[in-house]
């Protein structure tokens, strides 16, 4: 499934996960999706073109409907040899619709690209690594008249504490509709939208429900709720969508980020969806697993660096309680990049698919963008400007952010609602942590910060798994990452101003080749787990300082 709960009752749905045919480097294998190609041992290092390949039998004729919830990072669909759907980045989904399919047996053929070229903006040589493959769950629907494209949810609270219920929903018609209705239902909420459409359309339809006895979702006090939407056709149901949602607010007011008017303490890891053992392609037990972890050292927050999460992770957070920071797809690209003529347009896509795919999870309290990119330059600031906009418009109820390393040169501060840094003293600055904070927050209020909420977006030192120094002193160490973590984080959570941290990371992940030099065993080290998630220890420090901050 492309998430943990039953999405339709009415639409027929079939999983295509399993064994499919890859084809790769003039070989042929059984590979398993959702996968990626690098854990078979012969195309660990392959880059390039492959194509995966299994049949599909339809019962009976109509219209299907194909969804892929993530493909590394260029697919070309192909349904019996006809191009169906063409998609760029491998961190959001999207879909193939095939009109009139016959009944019998069918070819589908998915044709992946995960190599670096001028084509591509966003996957480039890293600090982290583009795998290649099917990378998400693989779906087949079957549609018939018109069908549900997706739905957008968010609540406002009067000032008695009543909740309204806000619903959106996109339909496309397959056929003209001369009376269309969408039955919409949330708790006790009811609503009906009545609409029309041309064959090929798609049409938007909302409706506004109070409700009441609403029980809020909170930090690890998760409850959620069915949104449910149900299209008629002549007064005959034909398809629906249910999703789950919680009704919460969000609010930055002053230097505070409230929610639920609760000022927030933020105490979290950023982490890459990436496993030893599963690339990027993690099951959703692992998943699990990882939040298992994350809670038991205390943590309350998680950002998904740096690029859209898949789904089943942020319904598990949805489902804990665990708020979410997710950002766009981009991390610390050169000015030829961004000056790129693809760029605008690959950002601007992602942005749009994030926010279309993620919107209802109550988990995400903000969106952010452009990590560590040309924040000090007029040229970034334009860009910074234009992608911060667009996900304003696409989205009025989130605060948006971005996490800045331009030390005393950013030119952007005042462009966001939450104020976001990353720094690494004691590991890349060579100065007293404090020190060095303090020095950062008081140039932060006097260019753009002020009356803003801060974070530390990241914050971490590197330690290679099993490599110990008994006079804890070698870099790389484990005794000395975890003695500075120890010191990093007493600084944070001694300083009033800040409204929390990200502790930069969760758990080690390989890196691009291109980037091998500076990263020992071409892994970015500074996991407080290793990337099998064994235990380092900074982990005990770390739980230890996120237990005790209030």
Known sequence: MTRNFREHALRPVESLDGLWTLTANEKTYAAWVPGVWETIPELTTWRGEAEYTRAVTIDEPGSLLLRFGGVSHTADVFFD???????????????????????????????VDNSYSEKSTLHIPNDYETYGGITRPVELHRVKGAYIERMAFHATEDKAGRFTAHARVWVRALEDVTEGVVSLSVAD?????????????????????????????????????????????????????????????????????????????????????????????????????????????????????????????????????????????????????????????????????????????????????LNECESETEFGREIYRRNLEHLRRLDPTRPVTFASCRYFKDICLDLVDIVSFNIYPGWYVKEDSSAFVNRLIGWMEENGAANKPILISEIGAGGIAGYHDPFGQAKWSEERQAAIVAEQLKVVFDTPRLSGVYLWQFADVKVSEEWARARPKTMNNKGILDNWRRPKMAYAVVKKAFHEAK
């Open 81 to 111: 040899g006809r191009p169906v759907a063409h998609h760029y980045n491998a961190y959001t989904a999207f879909d193939a619709l095939i009109e009139n399919a016959e009944a019998g047996e069918h070819t589908l053929t998915v044709r």
């Open 189 to 369: 909420g009811r609503a009906e939208a009545a609409f029309t459409a041309h064959a090929g359309e798609t049409v938007c339809v909302g409706a506004d429900m109070p409700v009441t006895d609403i029980l809020r979702w909170d930090v690890l006090n998760a409850r959620l709720y069915d949104l449910t939407a149900r299209l008629s056709l002549d007064g005959r149901p034909v398809d629906d969508l249910i999703d789950r949602v919680g009704f919460r607010t969000v609010k930055v007011e002053g230097e505070a980020i409230l929610l639920n008017g609760r000022r927030l303490l933020l105490k979290g890891f950023n982490r890459h969806e990436e496993h030893g053992q599963f690339g990027s392609a993690l099951s959703v037990e692992a998943m699990a697993a990882d939040l298992q972890l994350a809670l038991d050292t205390g943590a309350n927050t998680i950002r998904t660096c740096h690029y859209p999460n898949d789904p089943r992770f942020l319904d598990l957070c949805d489902e804990l309680g665990i708020l979410v920071w997710e950002e766009h797809h981009a991390r610390a690209l050169p000015h030829e990049v961004m000056a790129s003529p693809l760029f605008a347009e690959q950002t601007a896509a992602c942005n749009e698919e994030m926010i279309a795919q993620h919107v209802n999870h109550p988990c995400i309290y903000v969106w952010g963008v």
